[in-house]
């Protein structure tokens, strides 16, 4: 028996019910997706800007760093394929596979939306993916899990 049945069968065998066991194992299990989550990232959204340009008669795009982690080194983060097989793609007369990355960071972490900027910013078991970029693609669904699971494309051409 692991320490998170035990703790669950123990709250739940004095009266206080299973919800509190459950919320116990999802909160260990929270803790154990961010412990696997290694690299860190900025994330980043685009948006028109206010301001004119006076020079060039435009509306410049203004960047906002919505997660970045303490003192800006970047928030956890940790970039896998999903366990989702690739799916095969018609692609005139060649048959190609095509895949997703899949971007993980903490549940309490800010909600991404599609078009966000991904930035790695450290990434300690394979250190050329410091300073890839990754575009959000789809934002995130899904309840009691264990982090907040992004797909992402691969932004800067590599």
């Known amino acids: 028996m692991q320490i998170g049945q035990r703790i669950s069968m123990s709250l739940v065998g004095v009266g206080l019910g299973c919800t509190v066991g459950a919320d116990i194992d999802l909160m260990m299990a ?5 412990r696997n ?5 900025r994330v980043t959204r685009i ?3 206010t301001a004119l340009d006076e020079d060039t008669g435009k509306y410049p795009n203004v960047s906002t ?9 970047g928030g956890k983060a940790r970039l896998k394929h999903p366990r989702m097989a690739a799916k095969e793609v018609d692609a005139g007369s060649q048959l190609l596979v095509s895949t997703s990355l899949e971007l993980q960071v ?8 599609a078009g966000d900027v991904v930035e790695m910013t450290a990434c300690p ?15 995130f669904d899904g309840s009691q899990t264990t982090a907040l699971r992004y797909r992402v494309e691969a932004f800067d051409g590599r």
């Open 106 to 113: 903490p549940v309490a972490s800010e909600d991404f939306a």
């Open 37 to 41: 989550m290694r690299d860190r990232c």
């Open 125 to 139: 078991d394979r250190p050329n993916q410091v300073g890839r970029k990754f575009k959000v693609i789809g934002p």
């Open 47 to 49: 948006s028109k800007g």
């Open 65 to 73: 760093v919505i997660y970045e982690g303490a003192g800006g080194a």
């Open 30 to 34: 929270r803790r154990e997706a961010e």
